[in-house]
């Protein structure tokens, strides 16, 4: 009985069935969909690429113009943190850890000078103490000073002694100086040549003529206020007078200061001493402070608008 199919109802007709699809129609199916998959999948990575670039972009322009600056800054702060290291133990050694007071009890057998007599000895070993040249206009040395201002305009001598100058002097940089030595008297401010490096080769020709006038009795002392400025300092005259390390210290040629006291604190001690000291003050120094005008030499660069505008930008 359960097959014999049901009857049919008279008037209808059976369905007609759905014809199967074809093998390549599925494969068309499947290829548009991978296609559309492919193509939002490249756009994205589109998206991506694009990102990248302007990522890589913004930081080449962020960090690429400053890295230069940032690594000369932390070379000359290196620079001047090891030379003021080397100074503070140099000081260390020689400071008195106890020291015994002293005192002086006159005599009754010793003579009492007259007070005109004693003011005069006073007055004329304080002028003995000071050089000739330097209390003057250095007339008497005007053709020294000349005759090495032009020797420095001509071939540099790479091979010269330490203290003498190894680089050549533009005609500008030689009339600056000869507008010092002869005019101002060692004594006043020059337009900057808008360069710290120009500065300190210009400051390295009046150091040269300077031992020839003195010798050894002199130290020069140069005040800039930030570490970095000490460190382009310290780098250009080593390089114009063939330094070495060394000739950077309380007991050497040159000593680097940040702070103005110090620097006159320096200074006092060494004309007590009998010596002169040659004082160098950095154009980013707005202020000469009045102290540093009682010292017999002193040159002081003036900065331009422009390179104040550029100490002022710098970080």
Known sequence: ????????????????????????????????DLRERRAALLSEIEGLEQRRRQLETDLNGSLSGRADGIARRLKGFQDYLVVALQ?????????????????VQPSPLDPVPEAPAAASMAATAAVQQIPPA?????????????????????????????????RSLEPAAAALLDDWFLNQGGRGAQASTGSRNRN?????????????????????????GEPERLGE???????????AREDFGPNSGIVLFERPDALIERADRLEERGELPFIVIDAAEQVVDIPVLQFPLWLAFAATANELALEQDLP
């Open 200 to 224: 300190a080769l210009i400051t390295a020709g009046a150091v040269a003529i300077l031992g020839d006038l003195y010798g050894d009795r002199f130290q020069t002392l140069v005040l800039a």
């Open 87 to 103: 100074d503070l133990a140099s000081q260390a050694e020689l400071m008195d850890l106890v020291v015994q007071p002293l005192q």
């Open 134 to 166: 330097a209390a003057g206009q250095f007339s008497q040395d005007a053709e020294l000073i000349r005759d090495r201002l032009t020797s420095f305009q001509g071939q540099p001598d790479f091979y010269a002694d330490p203290w003498k100058l190894r």
């Open 1 to 32: 009985m359960s097959d014999i199919p049901p009857p049919t109802e008279p008037g209808s007709e059976p369905l007609p069935q759905p014809e199967p699809a074809t093998r390549d129609e599925l494969l068309e199916l499947a290829l548009l």
């Open 233 to 243: 300092w310290r780098r250009g005259l080593q390089d114009c007078l063939g330094l």
